[in-house]
């Protein structure tokens, strides 16, 4: 199985700030990586699909980037909406799929 | 609007059995995969196991195999995820998941329920 492995797994920051969130595979694979956002006490919710094809009605300050092994989830400017905990996932195999640890982003 | 509400959650002795529901609606229910995804207190997501639209393929996490069964009823727009010999490690909070595209294996999961929690514990 590929394994999915983020960083950081905090990121402090404030509105305005431009971040970005790592995911890296365990082996290469193709365009098969999405990246959710989930707040406490809430289902995840899809942002990102395809590395870096947005979802309907997310806002155009998120982005996904990447290819081969690395992969990226930035936001341009951090608006108090997004603090929130997000995740990569991989789903290259018919036969499972799997989830990054984790990114707390928090407020500065 | 598309929803999925998922249903059977609990307190279970380890070793006991628990079956979870998800009942979907507003889709073309027979057109996508489904899956169950979990999330231990504190924890991040691990995918549990995925269905195909017609029920014929399934397949699940290493943690879960042989002990757990995913299921649907296509009549009812129903998942389904049996779960036996239940251990402490499982208690979690258990989401089920809808493919993104008609018809894929594997994909990512665009719509996502509240969750059901499962407490497995003496």
């Known amino acids: 199985d590929i394994q999915m492995t983020q960083s950081p797994a905090t990121l402090s920051a404030s509105v305005g700030d431009r971040v970005t969130i790592t995911c890296r595979a365990s082996?290469?694979?193709?365009?098969?990586l999405a990246w959710y956002q989930q707040k406490p006490g809430k289902a995840p919710k899809l942002l990102i699909s395809q590395v870096s094809i947005l979802e309907s009605g997310v806002p155009s300050r998120f982005s996904g980037s990447g290819s081969g092994t690395e992969f990226t989830l930035t936001i341009s400017s951090l608006q108090p909406d997004d603090f929130a905990t997000y995740y990569c996932?991989?789903?290259?195999?018919?036969?499972?799929?799997?989830f990054g640890q984790g990114t707390k982003l928090e407020i500065k | 609007e598309v929803q999925l509400e998922e249903s059977g959650g609990g307190l279970v002795e380890p070793g006991g059995s628990l079956r979870l529901s998800c009942a979907a609606s507003a889709f073309t229910f027979t057109s996508y995969s489904m899956n169950w995804v979990r999330q231990a207190p504190g924890k991040g997501l691990e995918w549990v196991s995925s269905i195909s639209p017609s029920g014929d393929s399934t397949y699940y996490a290493d943690s879960v195999r042989g002990r757990f069964t995913i299921s649907r009823d296509n009549a009812k727009n129903s998942l389904f995820l049996q779960m036996n010999n239940l251990r402490i490690e499982d208690t979690a909070v258990y989401y089920c998941?809808?493919?993104?595209?008609?018809?894929?294996?594997?994909?990512?999961?665009?719509?996502w329920g509240r969750g059901t929690v499962v407490t497995v514990s003496s």
């Open positions: 082996q290469s694979f193709n365009t098969w």
């Open positions: 998941a809808r493919d993104y595209s008609q018809g894929s294996m594997a994909d990512a999961f665009d719509v």
């Open positions: 996932q991989q789903y290259d195999s018919i036969s499972s799929c799997t």
